[in-house]
C-alpha cells in the first residue's frame, strides 16, 4: 500500500542521487547503477571519482567479503574538528558491497542529503550484472549461509539502530579506522590495496579541515598494554562501541563503554577499564554462580559476560543484538586468551 507514494518518489529523484551541488536528494534510485558508483554500469566499472577504503577494525558480518567506497564531491572537504565525530558535506555517498563464497549479494549505501544521513540497500541479481534497491523494511532469510543459518538484509530502521547512536553516522570512515599504522592483529582486516584511501592520504589532498596538524606525523593508535589487547580494543571499540555507550536511555544506563578516542594515548585512561574490567553485569551468565557475573573479570573468561554475549546468537542474548546470525569465532578468541592471559591478576 505504500508502494505507489514510495515509486513516485523514487521516480523524482531518480536522475540525481548526488547530482545536484547540494545532494538534495531524499529517494534513493530503483538501482544500483542510478547512485553514481559506476562510470560504465555495463562493465561494473567504478568510477574513478568514487574512492576504495579498507577501515582496519571490520565489522563482523558473517564472514561477507566487503568492498568499500567513499565519495566526496568535488572541491568539498570533511570537518574534522572533532576527530572522532568527522562532519561530512551533502552529497558525501559512502558504499558497501557484501559477498558469500565469490558472490555480490547486497550493496548498502549511505549518502549525505540536504536533510540528513539516508540509507538504502540493494540486492544483486543471480546473473551480477545489477543491483536492485531492497525493500525498506529489509528481508528475512534472504541467503542461506549453513544449514538453519540465513544472512538477512536489514530494514532502514536497523541501519538506523546502528548508525544513529550519537557520534558520527559514518562508523568505518574515520581517523581510527583510517590510521596508516595498523594493527596487524586486526581480526578479519582486509589488507590496504594501492590506491585505496587512508588519513595519509586524506591529509595530502588537503580533505580535512580542522584536523589537528600532527594528525599525518602521530596518527592514531590504540594505546594497550599488548598487542593482542590493542587488537582487542579495536575489535570492540568498532563492533560494539557503536551502541556503547548510546543515547537511549537503554543504553546509558548500561555505562558500559566500549569507544577508543583517536587522540587516546594513555592505556590506563580507556574508559573500558571503568565501564567493563571487574564491573558486576546487569545480566549475568546462565551458567555462572550467582553474583559472579562480570563484564570482564581479569583471568576468568568464562565469568565475563562480553564474551559470553559475543558467543551467544539467542536473540535475547546475542551481541551485537543484529547484523549476523554466526558468532564471530575468531575474535571470541582472541578476547577469551586476552581475559586469560593478558589480564590475569598475576600479570597486572
Ligand atoms: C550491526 C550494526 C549495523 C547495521 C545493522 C548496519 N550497519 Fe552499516 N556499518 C556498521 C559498522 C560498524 C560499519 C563500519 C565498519 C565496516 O565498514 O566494516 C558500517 C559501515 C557501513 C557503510 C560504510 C560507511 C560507514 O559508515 O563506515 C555503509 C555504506 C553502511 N554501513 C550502510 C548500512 C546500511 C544502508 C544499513 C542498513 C541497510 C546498515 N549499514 C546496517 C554497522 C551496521
Ligand atoms: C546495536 C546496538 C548494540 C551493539 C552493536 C552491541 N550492543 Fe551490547 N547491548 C545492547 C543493548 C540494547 C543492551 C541491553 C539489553 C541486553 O542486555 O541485551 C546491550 C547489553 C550488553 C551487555 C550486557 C551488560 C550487562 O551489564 O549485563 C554486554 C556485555 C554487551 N552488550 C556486550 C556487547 C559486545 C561485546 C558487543 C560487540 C561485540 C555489543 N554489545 C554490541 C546493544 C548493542
Redesign the pocket.
Known sequence: MRLVPLLTITLLGLASLGAGPGGGVDAPPPLLSGTGLYADPAKLAIDPANRPYAPQYPLWSDGAAKTRWVHLPAGTRIDATSLDAWKFPPGTKLWKEFAFAGRKVETRLMWRSGSGWKYATYLWNPAQTEAALASADGVKNHLELESGKAHSIPSVKDCR??HE?GGSEVLGFNALQLSPDRDPLAPHAEPLQPGMMTLATLVQEGLLTGAPADLAQRPPRIPAATPRERAVLGY?AA??G???P?ESS??SR?G?D?RVPSGARDAAALPWRNGALDVP???SIADAPEGQSR?IKPGAPDLS??PY??ASRRP??Q????GSVLPDTVALELVRAWIAEDLAPAKR
Open positions: 539502530t546502528c547512536n570492540l563492533n560494539c557503536t551502541c556503547h548510546g537503554v543504553l548500561l558500559l566500549l553485569g546487569k545480566t563484564r559476560l562480553i554475549r559475543m535475547a542474548r551481541m551485537p543484538p543484529l
